[in-house]
């Protein structure tokens, strides 16, 4: 390898470690301060020191029946919109796929609608809570939550049920299969990645959102783990050690999600960038 490669690429490693360690900083600071006394959290400093460290935080924070009861409530809706998106969206890809054929100008609309800004949604969501008499409930919530993961869950995976061969569609359908089994024996099968990249998606944005779940529900028996960190903070004082503590426990389940499913959703992504 010649100097001139070795420098490039040191360059490269440089950027993507600064890079990486720009984007781990806050995540970092949170964890230390979910293992700091509070007094310690607004001195300054950036390392509290060993005898700063404590598990105060956690003890109050696990010992609290609110957190377990949002933490159960953030699990239940995630679940069911990761339920409710794969099955729509899994309908939705094979009929448009394998059936009614639509063009790319309307694959576009249904992509781009991803980026519509979703405040302007509160009013006309919460409407229909109050209209259908859904307000407080998971139904409402699991609701807003199918419509922001829908569109992006069609387009993956349509472009996938795109890639897998028609011949096999004739074999299995030769071999006695009906179009039902066929969906469930042949292709998704053949798009098991893009099932999995579809379902951390749901999952994750349902886990995280805020917006909706705090219009939508009324009282602690609906309300996510993101209320319940928005009530850690009012305007005389914020509770730093219970929001660090109560952050990192929201976010471990998405990085143990991560962790269990990297080599699908790597693989998921790579596959259907490109159409054979």
């Not at 809706?77 to 063009?103: E, W």
């Not at 969501?125 to 419509?147: E, G, K, M, P, R």
Request: hydrophobic fraction near 55%; proline fraction near 4%; glycine fraction near 4%.
């Amino acid at each position: 390898m010649t100097m001139r490669k070795i420098g490039y690429y040191s360059a490269v490693y440089i950027l993507l470690i600064l890079s990486f360690a720009f984007l781990l900083v806050p995540i970092i600071w949170v964890f230390l301060a979910s293992l700091t006394e509070p007094r310690q959290i607004t001195s300054g400093s950036l390392w509290p020191g060993l005898r700063s460290l404590t598990l105060d935080s956690y003890r109050r924070t696990l010992g609290s029946a609110d957190v377990r009861i949002h933490l159960r409530n953030s699990f239940v809706i995630a679940s069911m919109t990761t339920i409710a998106t794969l099955l729509i969206a899994t309908l939705a890809a094979y009929s448009t796929s394998r059936f009614a054929r639509i063009s790319g100008a309307s694959i576009t609309v249904v992509v781009l609608s991803q980026m519509f800004p979703y405040v302007l949604l509160m009013i006309p969501f919460y409407q229909l809570a109050l209209q259908f008499n859904a307000l407080d409930s998971y139904a409402s919530i699991v609701f807003t939550h199918v419509v922001v993961a829908l569109p992006f869950s069609f387009w993956m995976l349509k472009s996938y049920f795109d890639n897998v061969p028609r011949d096999l569609d004739e074999a299995a359908l030769i071999d006695g299969c009906n179009y039902i089994s066929l969906l469930y024996r042949v292709i998704l099968p053949c798009a098991a990645p893009g099932l999995v990249v579809v379902a951390f998606f749901a999952f994750v944005s349902s886990w995280g959102e805020y917006m909706f779940a705090s219009i939508l529900s009324q009282s602690k028996q609906t309300a996510t783990i993101t209320v319940l960190l928005q009530g850690y903070i009012s305007g005389r004082r914020i509770e730093w050690g219970l929001v660090s503590a109560s952050t990192i426990l929201s976010i471990a389940p998405t990085v143990i999600l991560f962790a269990l499913t990297q080599r699908w959703l790597v693989a998921g992504l790579m596959s259907g960038a490109v159409k054979e």
